[in-house]
T-cell receptor, first 112, second 114 residues
Framework: EAQVTQNPRYLITVTGKKLTVTCSQN?????MSWYRQDPGLGLRQIYYSMNVEVTDKGDVPEGYKVSRKEKRNFPLILESPSPNQTSLYFCASKDGYTGELFFGEGSRLTVL | KQEVTQIPAALSVPEGENLVLNCSFT??????LQWFRQDPGKGLTSLLL?????REQTSGRLNASLDKSSGRSTLYIAASQPGDSATYLC?????????????FGKGTTLSVSS
């Protein structure tokens, strides 16, 4: 089954404790991206990657890092999480032929 | 900067009604537009993808149309059911941003009562 898998789905952490949210897709898509969703603000892009070793900032990259060492994986790294990073995070990959975007189930992060 | 507006922001209807959700976007140079459904606290499920060369797409009770020149798309839901209750998001994908973000509207939250 074609899917985008994120882990963990739920996480509560404390300020300053580094964490990584993993994302993996099995559709051989070159393009992957991370979004955060907040009430009243909608979905905003954090980072995207057009291919292995190619990443770029989206609209709200501050406080986040990403890496793309393999085509299937695109982890989101919060080096020193802060409470304003409490949010619902989504990973997505895009079919290069149709442009269709596929989303993971989301990761709800709470930073205390 | 591109903007996407969805109207109405919220909609409550009784079961069985036919509905129209609207999406408007600045700058008509898109190469496709995607409609999504999101249940509370859940991920986004792709409903329909319309390429810029198409005028509409249909899937079951859903029909999406695209008028690129006027910067508008509509999602038509026929014979609504309580299970259709969710937030519906549209996301145009711009040509010169083909490698970057789709921009999402803030959605229309639909509630269908039985």
């Amino acid at each position: 089954e074609a899917q985008v898998t994120q882990n963990p789905r739920y996480l509560i952490t404390v300020t300053g404790k580094k964490l990584t949210v993993t994302c993996s897709q099995n559709m051989n898509h070159e393009y992957m991206s991370w979004y955060r969703q907040d009430p009243g603000l909608g979905l905003r892009q954090i980072y995207y990657s057009m291919n292995v070793e190619v990443t770029d900032k989206g609209d709200v990259p501050e406080g986040y890092k990403v890496s793309r060492k393999e085509k299937r994986n695109f982890p989101l790294i919060l080096e020193s999480p802060s409470p304003n990073q409490t949010s619902l995070y989504f990973c997505a990959s895009k079919d290069g032929y149709t442009g269709e975007l596929f989303f993971g189930e989301g990761s709800r992060l709470t930073v205390l | 900067k591109q903007e996407v507006t969805q109207i109405p922001a919220a909609l409550s209807v009784p079961e069985g009604e036919n509905l129209v959700l609207n999406c408007s976007f600045t700058d008509s140079a898109i190469y496709n537009l995607q409609w999504f459904r999101q249940d509370p606290g859940k991920g986004l499920t792709s409903l329909l993808l319309i390429q810029s060369s198409q005028r509409e797409q249909t899937s079951g009770r859903l029909n999406a149309s695209l008028d690129k020149s006027s910067g508008r798309s509509t999602l038509y839901i026929a014979a609504s059911q309580p299970g259709d209750s969710a937030t519906y998001l549209c996301a145009p994908n711009w040509i010169y941003q083909a490698g970057t973000a789709l921009i999402f509207g803030k959605g229309t939250t639909l509630s269908v009562s039985s």
